[in-house]
């Protein structure tokens, strides 16, 4: 049975950077940290396995508060995942799809674009324009828009065309069974999106709590 309750989230943004002017041809490091789809296959596991802080991030691409989580958060998130502080396991959910595949057709989407090995960076970009065009009860984005959506964030051709074609990436049903049943396990108030899951500590956090992540990177 899925159970849709969603949990409302206050945040506020908190963004940290700097830059500098540099000359020359920029290169890419090749040891950046990438996204890559988990072991269990139901699952995109985004920037070092060997990251000091581990979190799982329930979503569900129609929920407005994980979009609210991404505009909030997103920059930050990429902020600490370059710096190979933070993993993020993006954990979809459909429970929203009720007269549609709104949901399903975006989180193929993901697996698609996670299948070319993209720079985390990349991915997490993707991730936050996906969820900043949600649709909530309508159609959602189109495999086309979704494309140039996952090819200006950076993704590699052959997932932008992967993306385009719409093909199935992953099995969004089995993979919405298993993420809500691995939701349900380790938060005991409900199923609800978003829920973010400290695996080094084995605890939900708090992100009702505007420095939850900065508080969370701290302690590493």
């Known amino acids: 049975m899925r159970t849709a309750i969603l949990f409302v989230a206050t945040l506020l943004l908190f963004t940290v950077g700097c830059s500098r002017e540099v000359t020359g041809t920029a ?123 996952a090819q200006n964030s950076g993704i590699p051709a052959p997932g932008v065309a992967a993306v385009a074609g719409g093909g199935e990436a992953v099995d969004t049903r089995d993979m919405s069974d298993l993420n809500v049943e691995l939701l349900a396990e380790i938060n005991i108030y409900g199923i609800g999106t978003p829920t973010v899951y400290d695996l080094v500590n084995d605890e939900v956090l708090d992100i009702n709590d505007d420095n939850w992540l900065s508080k969370l990177i701290s302690t590493i």
Do not use: K
């Open 27 to 149: 290169r890419q490091d090749p040891n950046q940290p990438r996204a890559a789809v988990t072991e269990d296959g139901y699952g995109i596991l985004v920037g070092d396995p060997e990251a000091a802080a581990q979190i799982e991030v329930f979503t569900e691409p129609q929920c407005p508060h994980c979009a609210a989580l991404q505009a909030d958060f997103g920059s930050e998130l990429a902020s600490y995942v370059s710096l190979g502080q933070l993993a993020v396991t993006y954990r979809p959910v459909t429970f929203l799809d009720q007269n549609g595949d709104h949901s399903a057709r975006v989180s193929n989407a993901m697996f698609a674009a996670a299948d070319a090995s993209p720079r985390a960076v990349a991915f997490q970009a993707f991730v936050e324009e996906l969820w900043a065009h949600q649709q909530p009860g309508g159609s959602g984005p189109t495999d086309a828009e979704m494309a140039d959506m």
